[in-house]
């Protein structure tokens, strides 16, 4: 599947947070969790990724805290999460969107 998803601060939003869904997630499509992306190759650079920080806090883990996050930014992952992998570049592929009409 290995489609990229952002993760919701409920209706309507979105958050920092991007996740790769490895199995069907369609399920949460209906939460607001809609794919945007899909890796089309390198899916053995996505099973690289480092998960031993497990699930944030809120989902019971010991991993970033999103609020953190938002506050202090890199730094705060540099100190407490040192091996989180980040995304330093992606590509769009495909025709990007008409220009709106006035």
Do not use: C, W
């Not at 947070?17 to 899916?43: C, E, M, Y």
């Not at 944030?56 to 890199?74: D, R, V």
């Not at 040192?82 to 009409?101: E, H, M, R, Y």
């Amino acid at each position: 599947m290995d489609f990229i998803t952002f993760a919701t601060a409920g209706p309507s939003t979105r958050t920092t947070q991007l996740f790769i869904n490895l199995v069907d997630n369609s399920r949460l499509d209906k939460s607001g969790f809609a794919p945007f992306g899909k890796v089309t190759q390198g899916h053995n650079v996505v099973e690289m990724l480092y998960e031993g920080y497990g699930e944030i806090p809120a989902m019971g883990g010991p991993g970033p805290e999103p609020s953190e996050i938002e506050k202090q930014g890199k730094p705060y992952i540099d100190k407490n999460f040192p091996k989180l992998d980040s995304i330093k570049t992606a590509t769009l592929v495909g025709a990007a969107p008409a220009a709106a009409k006035p």
